[in-house]
């Protein structure tokens, strides 16, 4: 009986995905990965102290922390620059620098499944890197797998990462290049954790690689900005 009752229930789903315009079943799909973003933050262990509002406000949490020292600050997917201005305004110390890897032609795969704007492309520029008026600012353009390989990081003392380029691919890759320099008192800072396939996957994959332990440090209300210290 029960049985029958859910073979209903799945029929009757079939002809709810026929009639429902793409957009919808995003939602659907958008809805449930929040879901199991709460459940893989606790199935990891993982209680931010501070949820906020805005990603600035996680921004803010390490920027505080951090502004005086000598901080290496790289980040990988860097778009129009927003989140490159906001940490070349935060971080004081005239020896820090900021690294920003793009290859300023959008994501090279769909990020999105059926219904969601982010496929293949999304965020280019055109190629056009941001104008920043700040002499510590430099960018390396092309695909992170082009542009990594033959990149040196400079002197630092402090080395904070904003991964931002969305994609379980892109990701896991910038994790594994970097991994010889990620050490205890590294800050990691990931953008866009609503996608259980994309970057929650590859930050999972790279600390059962590595050991390496992660400790949550702040996060936005949603959880989907989230900022972590490695504690070794
Ligand atoms: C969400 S956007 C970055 C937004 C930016 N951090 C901000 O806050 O305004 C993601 C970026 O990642 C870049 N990207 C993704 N995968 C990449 C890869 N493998 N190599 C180079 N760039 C990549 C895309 O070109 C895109 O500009």
Sequence with gaps: MLKALLRFFKHALTHLG??????????????LNYMKLGRWMRTQGF???????????????VASLVRDRQVLYLEFGVFKGASMRWWSQALKNPASRLHGFDSFEGLPEDYDEMGGKYV???????GAIPQID???????????????PGYTPPEHDTLVINLDADLYSSTI????????????G????FDDMSRPDHEP?????????TGLKLRPLAADVTLNNAFFVCEG
Excluded at 50 to 61: A, C, D, K
Excluded at 120 to 126: A, E
Excluded at 173 to 184: D, K, M, S
């Design 18 to 31: 026929a009639a429902l315009p793409e957009k919808a079943l995003h939602g659907l799909q958008m809805a």
């Design 47 to 61: 209680r931010f102290p501070r949820r906020f509002q805005h990603r600035e406000q996680v921004f803010e949490t």
């Design 120 to 126: 293949k492309g999304w965020f280019s520029t055109g």
């Design 134 to 148: 700040d002499d510590r600012v430099r960018f390396f353009k092309g695909w992170f797998d082009q542009t990594l």
């Design 173 to 184: 890759y910038v994790l594994r290049a970097l991994r010889g320099h990620i050490r205890p």
């Design 186 to 189: 590294t800050y990691i800072y």
């Design 201 to 209: 996957r590859a930050f999972e994959e790279f600390m059962a690689e």
